[in-house]
C-alpha cells in the first residue's frame, strides 16, 4: 500500500469508506456473510489503491479497479464456496461457486461498485450539504421551537414513549412473545395525547413530526372506519351493504388530492375556523378507510364459509360470529396489505403540503425555494427521511406477522 | 340388534313429532333442490339419510336449523315453525350441527371451541362453561387434548371435538352432513362410536351417511332421497334386504358394490 494519506482530501477518504460499504452491506443483506466481510475488505483496497489514480484522471486506474474488483471477488466466491461445501455439502458448494465464476455476476458486480461509487462520490461532494445540515431541524419539526414553548417541553415525551411502544413491539415480536400490539397500541395513544395539543396551528409543528403524527392520526381513524364499511360489506342487509359500498367506491374513485381540497374547505366552513387540521385528518382517514374496507372485506370473503355457518349453527348472533370467529381469523390474513396500505398513507401525508400544512415534503420545498443552491441535496435528504421510515414500517410488520404465521 | 335399538323401537311413536317437514321445497336459482319433502321425526329417533350426490340431502338437513331457508312449505321443530322474522337463535340452540369438514374455529384451543357459544349464546360463567366443555370432551374421549389447536389434532380427533362442540349447547336435535366422509378409514370408526353412544343416550338425530353398517346397527328409520324428495322412507334392514326403488336399488349396487 503506497497511498500517502496527505494526498486524500478529507471527502475522499469518508468517499472510500462509503464506497466499500456498499457492495459489502449488499453481500451481507442476501446472507452471505463471509463474502460480505470479504467484500467490503476487497472495496476498501480497491478504492484505496484506485482513487488517488482516479483522482489524477488516469484511466487506467478504472481498469485497475476492475481487474482487483473481479480477482477479489472470484477469491472471495471461492472461500464461500468452501464454506458453503463444509456446511451444506459438496452439491450447494459446486453451485456457490458457479454463481460467482459467472462472468455476467462479476461484470455486474464490477460496474455496481464503480457506478456506485462515482454516484457516491459525485452525491458526498455536492457543495451544499452544509444548507441541508442547517436547515435540518426545519426537515425534522418545522417551524416548532421548544424554547417558545419552555412549559410545554414536557409534551415531547410524547415521541418518546411512539419509540419505546414500537421499539418494544419489535422486541417482543424477535423473542416470540405475542400481543406485541398492545405496547404499540399503548405508546401511540400516549404519544398522542402528549402530542396532540403541539399540532394546533399556534404552535406549528411541521417536517418529519407532522407527517408521522398525521400518518399515525390517518391510521387510527382508517382502522375502525375500514372495519365498519368492510364488514357492512358483507352484511346481508341491502341498505347497511349499499352504504358501505357508496363509501368504499366513492374515496376509492376520488383522487386524494381533491378530498384533502374539499375537506380543508368544507370542514372549517362548516365547524369554523382552527379546524384545518383536522380536516386533514378527516381526509387522510376517509381516504384511507376505504381502501382498509377492501382488505378487510377480502380478509372476510378469503375464510371458509364454513367458519361462519358453524358459529351460526351453534346459535351464535351475527354480530358475536363475526366478532368471536370471523374476525379475529380474517384479520391474520389482512396484515400484510394493511402494512402497505399505511406505507402508502404515510407516503401520502406528503400531499397535504398543498393546503399549507408543512410537513416533510413541504418543509422540503420550502427550504429548497428559499437557498435555491441546494435543491438535490435537500430532496434528496427528504426523499431519504422517507425511505427510512416507511421501510422500518414494512421491516416491524414483517416480525410481527412471525411468530403468528407458527400456529 | 343392539339393546339400545329394541329400546327404542318400543318407544312410542305417537308422541308430537320434534321435526315436522311437510312439502319443503327450495329454489338455488332456476335448480329446483328440493320439491316437497314431507318427513316427521319422533323424540329419540335416529334417522339415517341417504341418497346419490345432488339429490338434497344437505340441503334438506340444512334446512332444519334454517342455514338454508325453504322458499315454500312448513317445517316445525320443538313447537317453532322456521320462517322470516323468528328467533333464529332460539331455533339453533335446540339443533346442533356437525360438520363433513368439521369447521374447528382454528384461532381457539379445543376447550375454547366448546366452550364458545355457551358463553357467549347462553351466558354461562367461564369456569361453568370450562368445566361443562371437559365434560363433554371426556365423553367423546379426547379431553387430554383441550388445551391444543384444532390443526394439531387428527381428523378423527377434530371431528369428536365438533360433536362435542354441539353437544354442549345442549340441543334437543343433532344434524350430522357426512361426519365420516373426510377421514381415513381407521379414523371412521371412532367417530361412528361416539355417535352410536350418543344413540344409546336418546337423542334425536338425522344423519346423512353412506356407512350402512352404522345405519343397520343405530338407525330407527333409513330415508332414501332422490332429485329432491323422498322416494323410499323404511327401516336400514328392509331398505338394506330389499330396496323398493329402482334408484334405490341401483344406489346400494353402486355404494356397497353387490
Ligand atoms: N348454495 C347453492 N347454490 C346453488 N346450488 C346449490 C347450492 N347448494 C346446493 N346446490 C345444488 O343443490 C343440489 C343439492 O345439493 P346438496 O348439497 O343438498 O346435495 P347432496 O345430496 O348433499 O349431495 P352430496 O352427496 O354431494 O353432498 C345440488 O345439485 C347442488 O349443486
Ligand atoms: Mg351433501
New binding site residues.
Partial sequence: MTVKPSVQPASTSALSWLSYLVPGLGQLLLGHTLLGVQFLATAALVWLIAWPLLQSGAAFSIVLALIAVVSLHLGAGLTAAADARRRLGAEQAHAAQNVYKRWSVIVALAVVVLIGGLLLKWIVTLPSWNEVQRNFLFLLIGRFRAEQFADQLWRLWGFAALALGTVAAFGMAQLKIRNGWIPLVIGAAVGIVLLFPTVSPQVSIGGLALSLILAILGILGAIPLGLLFGVGRTNTLPVIRGISVGYIELFRSLPFITVIFWFFIFVPYVLGEGTQFWAVVAALSLFTGAYVAEIVRAGIQALPSGQAEAARALGLSGTQTMLQVVLPQAVRNMIPPLVGQFISLFKDTSLVSIVGLIELAGAGRITANRLVTATFELYLTVALLYFVFAYLLSLLARRLEAPRAVR | MTATNLQKAASPSSAEPIIKAVDVH?N??N?H??RGVNMSVQPGEVVVII??????????I?TINRL?EHDKGTIVVDGIELKDGQNLDAIRREVGMVF?SFNLFPHLTVLQNVALAPMRVRKTPKAQADKRALELLERVGIAEQAHKFPAQLSGGQQQRVAIARALAMDPKVMLF??PTSALDPEMIKEVLDVMKGLAGSGMTMLV?THEMGFAREVADRLVF?DE?NIVEDTTPDEFYNNPQHERAKAFLSKVLGH
Fill in positions: 327450495k338455488f336459482g335448480f333442490a328440493l341418497g346419490p350426490s345432488g339429490s338434497g340431502k344437505s340441503t334438506f340444512r338454508e363433513q352432513d357426512e346423512v332421497f329432491g
